[in-house]
């Protein structure tokens, strides 16, 4: 069976880090790419970062870049997201979905993550 688990989320204050994590089980990740998502009340769910497969370069939204780094440890079948400086607008569910190529598109997605609360206060 097919399943993506996030952990790592929680209550941050503000400039604070979280690392995310999104076990993978019963396929090899390593044959994807990883993407991760993040929805906040009322928005719509956007892309954050993708991580490559083939040559593992890892993309990231503006608002995120030099705040946020991807990872994946195939070995382990998990992949990361790293998050550093993190601002109250970061505060979303964070997702993680796999594809065959990283892609903005959110339909294109095969499997997806529960999600991982993220909240950033004070």
């Known amino acids: 069976q097919v399943k993506l688990v996030e952990s790592g989320g929680g209550l941050v204050q503000p400039g604070g880090s979280l690392r995310l994590s999104c076990a993978a089980s019963g396929f090899t990740l390593a044959l994807y790419a990883v993407a991760w998502f993040r929805q906040a009340p009322g928005k719509e769910r956007e892309g954050v970062s993708c991580i490559t497969n083939h040559d593992v370069s890892a993309y990231y939204i503006d608002s995120v870049k030099g705040r946020f780094t991807a990872s994946r440890d195939n070995g382990k079948n998990t992949a990361y997201l790293q998050m550093a400086g993190l601002k109250p607008e970061d505060t979303a569910t964070y997702y993680c979905?796999?594809?065959?190529?990283?892609?903005?598109?959110?339909?294109?997605?095969?499997?997806w993550g529960q999600g991982t609360q993220v909240t950033v206060s004070s």
């Open positions: 979905a796999i594809n065959q190529e990283c892609s903005s598109v959110l339909a294109e997605y095969d499997y």
